[in-house]
């Protein structure tokens, strides 16, 4: 997994030119930009919902460790076995020991970006456990052996005749495009590995910490079954995900399908609170938390803690104008878009991803729409000046920004050069461009300006421009 | 308003404020006819208009591409070569609020040049903003027939909060304005972007040409000389021409 800016151009290349894409890519975020719009025009005051959500999140951070002590207190009193991971494989560790443990051979999973994050479906695999993702859009991409292309919608990339394609293959028999006929496929065939699966892993989109708490947010009640029918449960959760209260998780949910998709609230909203009790009718037997850091904890006191903030809604990738043209296969990472663009390289390492903090006009969409405020462009440029401190950027990038500074610190130098430049492309200057032939052109097809006849300061040290009054 | 009251009674003078033209360096050497515009309607509305030849660049680009050092070098002479002004007026967006807020961040470990640089900021605006929050200058033109859609450069609108001043002007000097759906979409250029990344650059621009061209408007307005080169480099294809609103007002109000 890497991000190299000729990997980068070259994915967006595909996209860019792929039909399905640009259509799905078009409809899905305009869908949920103006939906967004709405639904925050129908709360009373979202400006000042967002800055509440802004504190419970910074404050919460600032405390972590002591909310995440809390929690686990609480879960451990709930019957929650709570776990620790370092890192990706300690947690994926921990997931094949519990499903060994008891004879698991197929395992179902709700949507997790986490999980996407570390590699948990290639983990089980290895490891002899057939995981199932039940969410439909993870189950799609799944199915084609592909990574989420959206944070909340992994499969936008996808059309349903694709969708058709890839469900007559697994189910070896021809299936409908029509949307009701291919979610009628996928709930009939996920109903069997929902009851057969020993079992159930998920995410959590929040961790509520005075009651050890897991809450789930989802729309299709997959991560209903995933968490109350196999005997064992497992979340995987990355430590950020705390909240100290309900009160506070309230404001949390008041933010979270709005700005995601434009619901009010998503169809369902779990809580998960332990194993079941022994009058419980349902639900599994044994329940685990996996508290997740990977690299999240080195952010804290850093110029990037406040990405920790994030509450994975996407409302930044459906207003960015690189993703809503490249598409989130492009970033190279489960975390695509502005937030991708930041959270990958923190995660991932730098070198390896350089170009994704260049995929990015700077143009602060992103920060517009976040609901917690997160200055993604700031942490952009934070991530770009880091790029050239460790030499990650190319040695001639790097030789030909310093010389430009130098020339630009004299306006003596700098217009004596630019002068020079001018006399040397007049003969392919037309029109205000430069006309290249399109092979040394490295825009084409759009044109580079040339420079003018004469500069403005030229105009102006001749008094040309003369006071009209 | 404070144009007449600026005159005092009996006195000949026009009323006048002294203003620096930063014209940036995209209009020094590619787009001049942006800066002869600028400094016309200044003029006109009453401002003596210096043009301080040790300018160059305000740092932006090296900023961008992760070059602080480069950067505040940049940006230390600019504050030296502006600072003593009254008012810092730029024809870009985006070089304003380069001055307006992230020499903050670029100097925030330097108190001295935080403070110069927190000084200069604070008189530093955009033409628009100018000629509209600062002297109260309007044309008043009647309307001329002509159909104009705006485009909102994403630094003047998201980091200067400058929406409303370009298009009150243009109506003023007797444009009217079609709105393009999304008129604070990205141009695409995004400065060094625009190279590094040029496939998706240009399709971002070609969006924004499509949506500007939907308008059925002959010109698409903009105040930021980094949007104007960018759509103007793929507005062949088009029928909409670009250009800058100094150059714009300045016809109009001749």
């Known amino acids: 997994m890497s991000t190299t800016f000729p990997q980068f151009r070259s994915r967006a290349r595909r996209g860019i030119l792929d039909e399905h894409l640009q259509q799905a890519l078009d409809h899905t975020t305009e869908i949920y930009r103006t939906g967004r719009v709405e639904a925050l025009g129908k709360l009373l005051d979202s400006e000042a919902l967002r800055d509440h959500l802004k504190a419970i999140r910074s404050s919460t951070l600032a405390r972590l460790a002591e909310h995440l002590e809390t929690f686990e207190r609480q879960a451990l009193a709930a019957g929650v076995q709570v776990h620790w991971a370092h890192d990706g494989a300690e947690a994926n560790g921990m997931l094949i020991d519990i499903a060994r443990r008891h004879g698991v051979k197929m395992a179902v999973k709700s949507k997790s970006m986490v999980s996407e994050e570390i590699r948990t479906n290639a983990a089980l695999a290895e490891a002899g456990i057939k995981p199932v993702e039940t969410d439909l859009g993870e189950w799609i991409i799944q199915l084609a052996g592909e990574a989420p292309s959206h944070i909340v919608c992994p499969a936008i990339h996808k059309t349903r005749q694709q969708v058709a394609e890839l469900f007559s293959r697994e189910l070896n028999r021809p299936v409908s495009t029509e949307i009701p006929a291919l979610t009628n496929e996928a709930r009939q065939t996920l109903r069997e590995k929902f009851l057969a699966a020993g079992l159930g892993i998920s995410g959590a989109n929040m961790a509520v910490a005075e009651t050890g708490s897991i809450v789930l947010v989802t729309n299709e009640g997959n991560g209903r079954m995933v968490t109350s029918l196999p005997p064992v449960h497992v979340a995987v959760v990355g430590i950020e995900k705390l909240v100290p209260t309900w009160a506070d998780a309230a404001v949390w949910l008041e933010l979270l399908a709005r700005s995601a998709t434009g619901q009010p609230l998503s169809v369902y909203t779990s809580v998960i609170t332990g194993p079941a009790r022994p009058d419980d009718p349902d639900g599994p037997q044994e329940v685990h938390v996996i508290l997740l850091d990977n690299h999240r904890s080195d952010q804290i006191g850093t110029a990037y803690e406040e990405v920790l903030q994030c509450i994975r809604c996407g409302a930044c990738l459906s207003v960015c104008p690189v993703y809503r043209e490249v598409g989130g296969h492009t970033y190279g990472s489960p975390y695509s878009g502005p937030i991708g663009a930041v959270v990958s390289p923190l995660l991932f390492g730098l070198e390896g991803f350089e170009a994704l903090p260049h995929a990015s006009t700077l143009c602060g969409a992103c920060l517009e729409v976040c609901p917690v405020r997160i200055d993604l462009p700031r942490m952009l440029l934070e991530l770009r000046s880091q790029e050239v401190g460790e030499r990650i950027l190319p040695w001639y990038d790097r030789v030909v920004e310093r010389l430009a500074a130098s020339l630009l610190a004299s306006s003596r130098r700098w217009s004596f050069l630019a002068d020079l430049a001018r006399r040397l492309v007049r003969p392919i200057s037309r029109n205000g461009s430069l006309r290249l032939p399109g092979r040394l052109n490295p825009a084409q097809p759009r044109n580079l300006p040339t420079l003018s006849r004469r500069s403005f300061r030229a105009v102006w040290q001749d008094g040309e421009i003369g006071d009209e009054t | ?254």
């Not at chain 2, 030296?80 to 009254?86: G, I, K, M, N």
């Not at chain 2, 200069?120 to 200058?137: G, R």
């Open chain 2, 1 to 254: 308003m404070s144009q007449s009251s600026q005159h005092s009674i009996g006195s000949r003078q026009p009323a006048t404020r002294h203003v620096a033209l930063f014209v940036t360096c995209l209009v020094d050497q590619i787009m001049p006819e942006v800066g002869v515009a600028a400094t016309r309607l200044l003029q006109r509305a009453g401002c003596q208009v210096d043009f301080p030849t040790e300018q160059t660049c305000c740092g932006q680009p090296f900023y961008n591409g992760g070059f602080r050092k480069e950067s505040a070098r940049l940006a230390k002479h600019t504050i030296e070569v502006f600072e003593a002004y009254p008012a810092v007026v730029l024809p870009s967006g985006s070089c304003a609020a380069m001055i307006r807020s992230e020499y903050l961040h670029l100097f925030r470990d330097q108190p001295e040049w935080h403070e110069r640089a927190r000084r200069l900021a604070a008189k530093t605006f955009e033409l628009s903003q100018f000629l509209v929050n600062q002297i109260h200058w309007q044309p008043s033109k009647p309307p001329n027939g002509s159909t104009v859609t705006y485009h909102d450069s994403c630094h003047t609108c998201r980091m200067l909060g400058v929406r409303e001043e370009p298009r009150l002007l243009l109506r003023c000097a007797g444009y009217s304005i079609r709105e393009m759906a999304e008129s604070d979409r990205c141009c695409g250029f995004g400065g060094v972007f625009s190279m590094r990344m040029p496939e998706t650059s240009n399709a971002i621009t070609a969006e924004k040409l499509r949506l500007a061209a939907d308008t059925n408007a002959s010109l698409l307005v903009t105040v930021d000389p980094g949007c104007l080169m960018q759509i103007r480099g793929l507005a062949d294809a088009v029928d909409i021409r670009a250009e800058h609103l100094a150059v714009v007002l300045e016809e109009a109000t001749r």
